[in-house]
């Protein structure tokens, strides 16, 4: 393996840039880390130099869970340097692949499903979406605005281009809607060891309606969102951006995200096809451990 020349980019301060990264999504943050991790290793970094940055990269976004498996899987990754290029490499591959899989599994779930009621934004949802509209039996798509933030108009826009009937609702209505729709879709920000589900605000009253009305809810997401290794801290961050002032002496809170006991979730839609909530944690365990070979 070639020596490290420090006229090229140095990895390791890649990784440290990243750790004070606060603007990019976990998935742009993950795939970048892979790219610096696959050029530490062809340049022949030690590995416990590399380790010791990917560690304080993941606890500097204890919320990408991505990240905290990338660590957990690091300490396991054999054959340092000259083995784990390739492995590095096969998992980037299959983060690239991972959510068009994901998206396709949650389209083949919601076959004959005419209405569909989601919220907030999320890429493999949007992917699961589109693919259903262009070649299923969907008709109508129900979006809730998801406040704070107001994600859900995104989703909206980007779903009006489709051959589909779109329609904007405010939150307080998903649980109205949710009883004349067919299936509940979602995305997730993290999957948690016993098969709960963290999203955004508002997921968990589309959960209890779905249940209540006997309506499946299909959560789309690729399998290094779930927290094998039970790390994941729920992160604090509220935003009450878009909601009107409190009363004066009055406090407005408002949280984003939100936990969805495992039991209001029908199925998980992923890269490895449909998983039931109590088995995504081993399944999730079995393919990282097959990919970085721990």
Request: glycine share 8%.
């Amino acid at each position: 393996m070639g020596r490290f020349d420090r006229s090229e980019r140095d990895p390791l301060e890649g990784l440290r840039q990243l750790a004070g990264d606060r603007r990019s999504g976990a998935s742009e943050i993950f795939q970048r880390a892979l790219d610096l991790l696959i050029d530490s290793a062809r340049l022949g970094l030690p590995k416990e130099s590399v380790l010791e940055e990917v560690k304080t990269l993941s606890a500097s976004h204890p919320e990408m869970v991505p990240l905290l498996n990338l660590a957990f899987a690091m300490k396991s990754l054999r054959g340092w340097p000259a083995g784990a290029a390739g492995r590095l490499e096969a998992l980037r591959e299959h983060v690239r692949s991972a959510r068009f899989r994901a998206a396709e599994v949650a389209a083949e779930q919601m076959k004959g499903v005419r209405r569909v009621v989601t919220l907030s934004w999320s890429s493999t949802a949007f992917e699961a979406l589109r693919r259903a509209a262009l070649s299923g039996s969907l008709r109508e798509i129900v979006v809730s605005q998801s406040l704070p933030l107001g994600e859900g108009l995104q989703t909206a826009k980007r779903l009006a281009s489709l051959p589909v009937s779109v329609r904007v609702i405010p939150d307080s209505a998903i649980p109205s809607h949710v009883g004349e729709a067919d299936a509940g879709l979602v995305g997730a920000d993290a999957v948690l060891g016993d098969g709960s589900l963290v999203n955004k605000v508002g997921t968990l009253s589309m959960a209890l309606a779905c249940d209540a009305f006997g309506v499946p809810l299909v959560v789309t997401t690729d399998l290094l969102k779930v927290d094998v290794w039970g790390r994941f801290r729920r992160p604090e961050t509220s935003s009450c951006e878009g909601l009107p002032e409190p009363p004066e002496g009055v406090e407005l809170e408002c949280p984003i995200f939100e936990v969805v006991p495992a039991r209001y979730v029908s199925i998980y839609a992923t890269e490895g096809g449909p998983i039931q909530p109590s088995e995504v944690v081993d399944r999730a365990r079995r393919l990282i451990r097959s990919l970085v070979g721990g």
